[in-house]
């Protein structure tokens, strides 16, 4: 029996279904009370003068749950893309046409699903100084069929610059023609300024030690030529006094040690 709707309901129901009849899904309650998910397929028709419905039911439980699972690994799949800022994209070389994820979107500073998620839109994006690294990197890929992997820049529509880290691969038909690029694309703005910031301390650090080691240079050599000069007046010095005291110097000698005392 039908378990979403009241006997009042049904029978509306099934009088709506004779005049007209349609392809609906419901859930059914089995004789051991268990809830299924069926599809009904209702015609209704007249014979003898008399309304009937034909109508046939199918179990679709199994189709239900494993379209509850796709579900929810996209909602996974779109809270892990968010968390981690990637995009995932799709291109048909055929006709151009591209498919974003909702991540992809907000990546750019659009509303997931607008109308402006094109192959055109998104080279307009790309900064104008990274644009033909990116087509060169496309078109390598078409030509060779290899998955690259490459970093740029683009412009969000408020303006802000985000660096981006890309990678995509080819598919072709069975005639070897390509005919669709896939890939992903991830914000990565946040670690290249980390890089930035640890590239600029590193080198404050390093100029750091080379001015002390300048500094350290500049003392020893001062320091290596005031004890030369000091050295140079005190060995006279000391020369003299332990002549004088040896007592071996005549008076005038004497004298004149102790003027240059």
């Not at 279904?17 to 009904?40: N, P, Y």
């Not at 034909?54 to 909602?75: G, L, M, P, T, V």
């Not at 979107?105 to 094109?118: A, C, K, N, V, Y």
């Amino acid at each position: 029996w039908d378990a979403q709707w009241s006997p009042a309901q049904l029978h509306k129901l099934i009088v709506s279904l004779i005049k007209s009849g349609r392809i609906f899904e419901t859930k059914h309650r089995r004789r051991d009370g268990t809830m299924i998910d069926v599809e009904i397929n209702a015609v209704g028709v007249e014979m003898d003068g008399e309304p009937i419905l034909f109508a046939s039911a199918r179990d679709i439980s199994d189709r239900k749950r494993a379209e509850a699972e796709i579900s929810h690994s996209q909602e996974r799949m779109k809270r892990a893309q968010s968390l981690a800022r990637v995009g995932d994209w799709e291109r048909d070389l055929i006709t151009n046409e591209i498919i974003w994820s909702d991540e992809m979107f907000r990546l750019m500073g659009l509303t997931p699903g607008d109308s402006q998620g094109t192959y055109k839109n998104f080279l307009e994006h790309v900064h104008p100084d990274d644009r033909h690294k990116v087509l060169s990197l496309t078109a390598s890929a078409q030509r060779e069929g290899k998955p690259y992997s490459a970093e740029y820049r683009w412009i969000r529509d408020d303006g802000i610059t985000l660096e981006i880290n890309a990678t995509a691969d080819l598919t072709r038909d069975k005639a070897g023609k390509p005919i669709r690029l896939i890939g992903t694309a991830q914000d990565i703005t946040e670690r290249k300024e980390f890089e930035a910031a640890r590239a600029s301390v590193l080198m404050r650090e390093k100029e750091a030690r080379a001015a002390a080691e300048k500094a350290n240079l500049v003392k020893d050599e001062f320091l290596s030529t005031l004890s030369h000069e000091l050295r140079t007046p005190l060995t006279t010095v000391l020369t003299w006094v332990q002549l004088i005291r040896s007592g071996k110097l005549s008076a005038e000698k004497t004298k004149h040690g102790m003027e240059v005392l």
